[in-house]
């Protein structure tokens, strides 16, 4: 069995018996490696105060879709997730591309996905985050770093996108504080990321 990447981050270890306020550990469930780069930078720029540690879940091995992966997976990390709050405070980020569909139609199938399996709806104040980029993740690192981008264009091959993705989580910290002014062009699937980083608040 693949273990899940463990990549430490620097709290204070809640007291014995007692479940911590803070976020402790967070696992990413993606579908690539700019997916888990993304949110992984985000998260240590963001809140490296608060996460013991970021666990990232084995990749697709490149066979089948990567959203089929993530939306097969989704119910189990979810049931897990659940599992895990009763001893210690964790949370969970699913990122998975939209590709040419609404974002809010890739959100219902992982909705549906949980319906099937059994599991009970994301709750409004669970630490649950669905994002889900339009048409995919270099959608929003070519927005974040000022690119421009549309959602229509598919940008997965344009030149020195690595090399832009920890800008691209530097401009996602701030663009997701409070009372942040969003810049116009900012395109929808990433303006709908925002309330759900906040489920990390």
């Given at each position: 069995m693949m273990r899940a990447a463990v990549f430490p981050l620097?709290?204070?270890?809640?007291?014995?018996?007692?479940?911590?306020?803070?976020?402790?550990?967070?696992?990413?469930?993606?579908?690539?490696?700019?997916?888990?780069?993304?949110?992984?930078?985000?998260?240590?720029?963001?809140?490296?105060?608060s996460y013991r540690n970021i666990r990232v879940r084995p990749l697709p091995s490149g066979r089948g879709s990567g959203e089929q992966y993530v939306r097969e997976k989704y119910p189990s990390e979810v049931k897990e997730y659940r599992t895990q709050m009763h001893r210690r405070r964790t949370a969970l980020v699913v990122a998975t591309d939209a590709d040419l569909r609404p974002a809010a139609q890739r959100e219902n199938e992982l909705a549906a996905a949980l319906e099937t399996t059994g599991e009970q709806?994301?709750?409004?104040?669970?630490?649950?985050?669905?994002?889900?980029?339009?048409?995919?993740?270099?959608?929003?690192?070519?927005?974040?770093?000022?690119?421009?981008?549309?959602?229509v264009t598919d940008y997965k091959n344009r030149r020195g996108i690595d090399g832009m993705i920890r800008p691209?989580?530097?401009?996602?910290?701030?663009?997701?504080?409070?009372?942040?002014?969003?810049p116009t062009d900012c395109v929808p699937s990433l303006q709908r990321a925002f309330p759900e980083l906040r489920r990390l608040a």
């Open positions: 620097l709290s204070e270890s809640p007291e014995a018996g007692i479940v911590s306020s803070r976020i402790a550990e967070v696992v990413l469930l993606v579908e690539d490696a700019r997916q888990r780069d993304l949110v992984r930078h985000y998260l240590r720029r963001a809140h490296n105060s709806p994301r709750g409004e104040t669970e630490a649950i985050v669905l994002l889900i980029p339009k048409r995919n993740v270099e959608t929003w690192i070519c927005c974040l770093t000022g690119e421009g981008a549309d959602e691209a989580a530097g401009a996602l910290y701030q663009w997701s504080r409070p009372r942040q002014v969003i």
